[in-house]
């Protein structure tokens, strides 16, 4: 009963939680676009993967010239395919939180609201071992993070 008394205060308290989850899950969702479609982290790669290739093949001028745009070219069409499923994801976890949000009881969906941020995150790494899986079980090894910049990786 001496809750009731403050409604208001509580009510406000839940919005201004409310309002910092919200924006907190606009920002990974920001920050994750920007990963998957900068054009730094794409030549980055391109660059890796050629100094890669050269270090393991000893590659002539001439080779180099001719597999970079290859390289490029596999690199774009990366990005445009981890852009397009990067949407296809956030929508679909937009519309099972809304269609779950339904189900639920107003203090149920404040708590259900709090689960975001651990939501979008837990669907960025599934998205990230589910290309990683794929990617080890067709040709032996991970594929590229385009997130990592030189800096970021192992030296061998």
Do not use: C, Y
Not at 73 to 101: L, P, Y
Not at 110 to 122: D, G, S
Not at 144 to 155: F, I
């Amino acid at each position: 009963m001496i809750l009731l008394r403050h409604w208001k205060m509580i009510l406000g308290l839940m919005a201004i939680f409310g309002t910092g989850v919200g924006t907190g899950g606009v920002g990974v969702i920001v920050l994750l676009h920007r990963v998957f479609t900068s054009p730094v982290a794409t030549q980055r790669w391109v660059d890796d993967r050629m100094l890669e290739l050269d270090r393991k093949l000893n590659l002539s001028t001439e080779q180099k010239s001719r597999i970079r745009p290859i390289v490029q070219n596999a690199a774009q069409r990366f990005q445009a395919i981890g852009g397009e499923t990067f949407e296809k994801i956030m929508a679909t976890a937009e519309q099972a939180q809304a269609d779950v949000a339904k189900e639920l009881t107003p203090e149920q969906q404040v708590e259900f609201r709090k689960l975001r941020p651990k939501v979008m995150n837990a669907l960025r790494d599934l998205s990230q071992r589910e290309i990683s899986v794929k990617g080890a079980g067709r040709h032996g090894a991970s594929p590229p993070r385009p997130e990592m910049d030189g800096a970021d990786k192992p030296q061998p």
